[in-house]
């Protein structure tokens, strides 16, 4: 399984961007596709996922209400909308494939895509 992220830019606070996840292979039924993002010196942390069928989504509370994760079975995508977008949301963000339906930890990920870095200005 191959993950390729793209999407990421520079835009100023209120903006919104869409980052993709394009999975080559398939992945197991019980998994989940999951958005992480990093900024230097710190953790990647948990930001948004979604179930191998595309019926559960979830995402972290401060995000909640500005980004939504959707499944495109047909170009085998998985996107990630980020609305109002403030400077806090600036980082790297890389999608993961993980072995959980419910993953939030990148310890529960087996296959990364290369990231893309979103930069938020004020």
């Known amino acids: 399984v191959q993950l390729q992220a793209s999407g990421g830019g520079l835009v100023q606070a209120g903006d919104s961007l869409s980052l993709s996840c394009a999975v080559s292979g398939r992945a197991g039924p019980t998994t989940s596709t999951v958005w992480f993002r990093q900024v230097p010196g710190k953790d990647r942390e948990f930001v948004a996922g979604?179930?191998?069928?595309?019926?559960?989504?979830y995402a972290q509370g401060i995000v909640w209400g500005r980004f939504t994760i959707s499944r495109d079975k047909a170009k085998n995508t998985v996107d990630l909308r980020m609305d109002n977008l403030k400077p806090d949301d600036t980082g790297v963000y890389y999608c993961?494939?993980?072995?959980?339906?419910?993953?939030?930890?990148?310890?529960?990920?087996?296959?990364w895509g290369q990231g893309t870095q979103v930069t938020v200005s004020s």
């Open positions: 993961a494939i993980c072995g959980e339906p419910h993953a939030h930890y990148p310890a529960e990920c087996d296959f």
């Open positions: 979604i179930s191998e069928t595309g019926l559960s989504a």
